[in-house]
């Protein structure tokens, strides 16, 4: 028997900002709301389904920056190029972790400052 990951939960300041901001990263949809924490997860799966839901859980005091897990993601209907160009216009910004410029992903923070990265292999959509 074994386990699979079934939501991530990320606490945050500003909920409404970071589940709008990452259901247009991923492509996700709100699937609810409880004591001001917001749901996303795929639009025809939700909860239990493959994919993670996400939950955006309200916090005074939530820990922005390097945190012990991250989020990668990849593009899935473009080049990295271009789904870069997609991310920061939704509000992401480059971050700096000490890179050499000479890896093939991009460190980006989320609007609450929360680092995630780009990679470059494009994977097929769900």
Not at 18 to 40: H, M, N, P, T
Not at 84 to 98: K, M, N, S, T, Y
């Amino acid at each position: 028997m074994s386990c699979r990951v079934s939501e991530l939960v990320l606490n945050c300041t500003d909920p409404e900002l970071l589940a709008s901001f990452w259901s247009e990263v991923l492509g996700y949809v709100e699937l609810g709301r409880e004591d001001g924490a917001i749901e996303i997860g795929p639009p025809d799966a939700g909860f239990g389904g493959l994919q993670p839901t996400i939950i955006l859980s309200p916090s005074t005091n939530p820990r922005t920056g390097r945190l012990p897990l991250h989020i990668d993601v990849n593009p899935v209907d473009r080049d990295q190029a271009a789904e870069l160009e997609r991310l920061l216009a939704l509000g992401a910004r480059p971050a700096d972790v000490g890179q050499t410029g000479e890896e093939h992903w991009h460190v980006l923070e989320d609007p609450e400052g929360n680092e995630f990265c780009l990679l470059r292999r494009r994977l097929s959509a769900p």
